[in-house]
């Protein structure tokens, strides 16, 4: 009796797993980044962690040395020095070095990443509980853009597909190469306006406008989380760019405001108030 | 026990049952009171750190709603940190520092009971906000505006709980001020106590500092919320942003809260088992105040994506990483004290070794996200997750444990089992890593924190690490056995169970330490 | 415990106890602190006329301005009629918002100012804005809201295009000023 209802259990549990193991790699790094800055920030990354790895090593090398030969069952007497001087100057100066090495390269990369001057285009993304709105102030384009996940997936009656939680009704659309600008603010609470691969990262402000840009080198679709809990819905309010060619996305701008020439410009959008 | 000796303040007569709790000034009594209560608490938050793991084991929902895991996240983390962490500390200080200054008790016995009992009342504040209309508090333990202003009476609860909490850490730190700078035994200068005592006061003066800040910003939260102000409110002119700037001017130092009497645990732990001295005394204490002084200077670098000035971001993130310096230099110092020392790794050197290794790890970490533009990649996703439960549970965590197996032959004059000792140890570093370590590489890939949910991508770390948290959760069940076990029937100890220790608790006192203990000051050398 | 002390400690206990309260004003203290820094560096003036010192025009140079809008509430709508203008430095730009009432129901309100990039307030010099006082917006009605400023010939070159944003929020209840301009 109890035997099958284990086994069946481990089945489900097998069953489960194997859609999971087969879609997702073990990745153990950023995901791959689509602009410049996303590209600087894993090199710095990559460089901290390389001095991380060498000091870690330099002196765990030393502790264990100490733990294998330093102890009392191989017969090591302990000797009593308690201070010296020179070495412990030496070992407070050294790292002011190391940390003013890796200061320079952050502040270069940091100087790059905030400036916000002479963007193409500018986009503003409104956080709302829980969807994000779009404006493009240029073009007078806007809508919003919810999780398009079907519940059933959430709740597991129906299988999950590949962009599970990471899909919207309707993307963020912008042209490949251009130093995309986005201000961001909320209506409610805070939000985060969130994309690895473009290494944005911008929390939205209820009341104020905060800005930061991309410029994305490749074409292809880009997918980000609301980084900044915002109450119930924070993990279901996904942001999808789409990033399309010139010409894509002129057509795709024709195409919107086509479809908003029959209303009033700027006439408020109803907005559903509660999403789920 | 010389009952003879005239004093204001002891009992001789020890009221039996319960009322001997209720009723006690016994620093013996109260620090073993802070010590189960934050066990208790421990258990209590580990319960919701296992119910937020049992849903991220994998994708969808399938055991909470999102709202219910939003509180999970929230009291997990205000229950550890004031209800577990940093009562266990007190209990620690409770107990060990009028027996290591050669005091006869705490400078205040009577408000030092008025601290501890504080400390249920707010726990049941805590609990009981789960079962109000509204539900729980979910807002994060940072109780960001505006999100708080949203929440249910739940919310209320947690702000009045951390007002007795913050009360009851407020006594108990001016009750450690005062017994360290007033009742210190003829000779003990500043400059020979026991390096616990320093970090302890040190942390106590950080806290006499930061917990009315914090005391502050959550009032205004409370009048946001119910009496029409607007201190984080934009619409009548203030800033969510500024809730961010007062929350961390008190959270950053709280970090050090924690993580500086953990420091001195450690500083008291290595040289024992070392058989030697502690290396570099006198730069260990001026490392621990400078750390404490720059703990003051770094708060906006929890806040890198919120949208502050360039100059601002450059600020913080040169002054976060001078904090590596100053860091660094007690690593380096333990590290030194066990060179050339003739080791023996019982129990608890084993924990300050696991601290010594997973602390500079979760330091490592630290580094990485001071650097600003690389923290933006980073704020708010699993790693920084994983970076603080390094530095917190790797570190502070690890370090009490070291301190209850160091210290429970002189508080109950019996062993625990040496050998169950270090399974449990050998359970919880492994367990530990399998639970946060791929929490590292999930931050990377971008997941962010507290979602009940998550995308395929990052399926087979939750569940790796769910497996490890589940693991490290049972081996502190075990640890509650081995601490029954050495109650119930463990070896008598002697007075000075480690050959290195010699602080003043070792060398004069017998095991378990007398109940009044030096009604007469030591001499000290 | 000898009686000399348990003097020395009740003093000790007095100063931390003060310490303590005086650390609980200063986290109210930062609250005035922290919107003196933010005027200082300019970052969220939000109800004060500035004053203008250098009213030199600077032709050599262009910037845009974008005008972008917020509305809180379903009350209303606030909309600037010009998305943008490209204005010389120093030079004296008056745009209009509409903020239309389309509701049934008179609404009073106050919009905050905010800039991207957030030290561009430093150079944007109001002088005259809607956004000194509350509006009040009658059901149904429209209103035309002026904003008068000058950007500052001292703004750095690199800079070329700035947002200035107004969130128009509901005021509850009030019909007064609560805020002197």
New interface residues.
């Given amino acids: 009796m109890k035997v099958p209802y284990i086994s069946k259990i481990l089945a489900t549990c097998l069953l ?2 194997v ?3 087969s ?9 791959p980044g689509n602009t410049l ?2 590209d ?2 894993q090199q ?2 990559l460089i ?2 390389i001095v ?1 790895v060498v ?2 090593v330099g ?2 090398g ?2 264990f040395y ?2 294998f030969k ?4 191989v017969g ?9 001087t020179t ?2 100057i030496i ?2 100066v050294i ?2 070095f190391i ?1 003013a090495g ?2 320079w390269p ?2 270069e ?3 790059a ?2 400036d916000t001057s002479s963007p193409d285009m500018t986009i503003k993304a409104t956080g709302y509980q829980w969807m994000w709105g779009y404006e493009y102030l240029d073009e007078g384009i806007q809508f919003y853009s919810a999780l398009s996940t079907p519940q059933g ?4 009656t129906e299988p ?1 597909t ?5 899909e919207v009704d309707n993307p963020v659309v912008v042209p490949v190469g251009k130093r995309i600008r986005v201000l961001t603010t909320a209506s ?3 939000h ?1 306006w ?1 994309v ?1 691969a473009l ?1 944005v ?3 939205a ?4 406008i ?2 930061t840009w991309f410029k994305a080198e490749e074409t292809g679709v880009f ?14 309010m996904p942001i999808v760019v789409h990033v399309v060619s010139q010409e894509d996305y002129d057509a795709w701008v024709a195409e919107q405001k086509q479809k908003i020439s029959g209303k009033e410009l700027g006439a408020p959008i109803k907005l559903v108030a509660d999403s789920q | 026990m010389e009952a003879a000796h005239a ?3 002891g009992h001789d007569h020890v009221p039996s049952g319960l009322m001997r709790y209720v009723t006690t000034t016994n620093h013996k009594d109260i620090g073993s009171m802070y010590l189960w209560f934050s066990f208790a608490m421990f258990l209590v938050g580990g319960v919701m750190a296992l119910t937020i793991r049992a849903e991220l084991f ?5 055991l909470v ?3 219910f895991f ?1 509180t999970m996240t929230t009291l997990h983390g205000l229950i550890m940190v004031f209800g577990a962490i940093m009562p266990a500390f007190v209990g620690f200080a409770n107990w060990q520092i009028p027996m290591m200054i050669g005091a ?2 705490m ?2 016995p009577r408000m030092n009971n008025w601290s501890f009992w504080l400390l249920p009342p707010a726990a049941s504040l805590l609990v009981l906000s789960l079962f109000v209309p509204g539900g729980g508090p ?3 333990w940072t109780l ?1 505006a ?2 708080t202003v ?1 929440q249910g009476m739940g919310m209320d609860l947690t702000i009045f709980a951390i007002h007795i909490l913050g009360m009851s850490s ?1 006594m108990g ?2 009750n450690i ?2 017994t360290i ?3 210190r035994a003829p000779g003990m200068t500043l400059m020979k106590m026991p390096l616990f005592v320093w970090t302890w006061l040190i942390t106590a003066y950080l806290l ?10 959550v009032t ?1 939260t409370l009048t946001d919320r119910h009496f029409g102000t607007n ?1 984080f ?5 203030g ?4 809730f961010q ?2 929350f961390w ?1 008190f959270g950053h130092p709280e970090v050090y809260i924690i993580a500086i009497p953990a420091f001195g645990v450690v500083s008291q732990i290595l040289p024992a088992f ?10 260990m204490v001026y490392a621990t105040a400078s750390i404490a002084i720059l703990s003051f200077l770094v708060w906006a670098h929890h806040m890198y ?3 502050m ?2 100059e601002a ?2 600020y913080y ?2 002054a976060t ?2 904090i ?2 100053p860091t ?2 007690k ?3 333990w ?11 019982e129990t608890p050197m084993l924990f300050a ?1 696991g601290f ?2 997973l602390f ?2 979760g330091g ?1 970490t630290g ?2 996200l001071a ?4 923290d ?2 980073l ?3 699993y790693y920084v997750v994983a970076h603080f439960h390094y530095v917190m549970v790797a570190g502070a965590l690890y370090a009490a444990f070291g301190g209850v197996y160091f210290w429970l032959p002189k508080w109950i004059g019996k062993m625990y089992d040496e050998r169950l000792g270090k399974i449990h140890f050998w359970l919880s570093i492994i367990f530990f890593n399998i639970a946060f370590f791929p929490q590292h ?1 999930l931050g ?3 997941m ?1 924190r ?12 939750n ?1 790796v690490s769910t497996i490890g948290a589940f693991g490290f959760g049972m081996a502190q069940i075990f640890f509650l056995y081995i601490l029954l076990k050495a109650i119930r029937s463990g070896e008598p100890a002697p007075a000075k169970p480690w050959d ?1 220790a010699d602080t003043l608790e070792w060398t004069h006192l017998p095991s378990p330490a007398p109940y009044h203990s030096f009604e007469d000051p030591p001499q000290i050398r | ?1 000898s009686q000399d ?2 003097v ?2 009740r003093i ?2 007095r100063k ?2 003060v ?10 203290l ?2 005035p602190l ?1 919107e003196k820094i ?1 005027d200082v ?1 300019g ?2 003036q ?2 004060k006329a500035d004053e203008i010192g250098n009213t030199q025009v600077d032709d050599s140079r262009t910037i845009i301005v974008e005008f972008d809008s917020n509305s ?1 509430g379903e009350h209303w709508y606030l909309k600037a009629i010009d998305s943008k203008k490209t204005v010389h430095p120093g030079e004296l730009v008056e745009v209009i918002y509409e903020l239309h009432n389309p509701s049934e129901k008179s609404v009073v309100g ?1 919009a ?1 100012p905010s800039y991207g990039p ?2 561009a307030s430093q150079y944007i010099k109001k002088i005259d804005c809607f956004c000194f006082k509350q509006q009040e917006i009658l059901a149904g009605q429209t209103q035309r809201l002026p904003v008068m400023f000058v950007i500052d010939s001292s703004v750095p070159d690199d800079v070329h295009t700035i947002t200035l944003s107004f ?1 128009m ?3 509850e209840g009030a019909i007064v000023d ?2 002197e301009s």
């Fill in positions: 489960l797993a859609p999971c193991l879609m997702a790699a073990w990745n153990i790094n950023f995901q800055l996303a600087d920030i710095l990354h901290v962690m991380c000091i870690f002196v765990f030393f502790m100490a733990i330093h102890r009392k069952s090591h007497k302990a000797s009593n020095f308690h201070e010296n070495v412990e070992w407070t790292p002011f940390l890796l200061a952050a502040t990369t940091l100087l990443m905030r997936q959430i709740d597991g999950k590949e962009n599970y939680l990471l409610d609470v805070l985060a969130y690895p290494a990262k911008q929390d402000v209820p009341g104020f905060r800005d997918r980000g989380q609301c980084a900044e809990l915002c109450g119930k819905q924070h993990g279901f | 004093h204001d303040d994998q994708p969808g929902l399938q709603r999102p709202e939003n006869p008790d400078a205040f979910g807002a994060g960001y505006p999100l949203q407020i730190s001016i001020v005062t700078l007033n009742m006499i500092a930061v917990m009315p800040v914090l005391a502050g910003a205004m201190f409110n934009a619409a009548g002119g800033d969510p942003v500024m700037h007062i001017f070392s058989r030697k001295p502690l290396f570099g005394y006198a730069s994506t919120v949208g000035p360039v971001q450059l993130m040169f990483m001078l590596a310096v660094g230099v690593v380096f110092n590290v030194a004290t066990m060179w050339k020392g003739s080791m023996t790794f070794i010594l290794f500079t790890l490592f580094l990485v650097v600003v533009p690389v933006v990649q704020h708010d996703t590489f990377l890939a971008g962010p507290r979602i009940p949910d998550y995308s395929l991508q990052f399926a087979d770390f569940m290195g | 415990m002390v348990k020395t400690n000790m206990l931390l106890a310490m303590s309260v005086l650390m609980f004003g200063f986290g109210y930062l609250v922290y933010c560096t970052i969220n939000i109800v809180r106050q905050i957030a030290y969130t929020f509901e005021v609560e805020k």
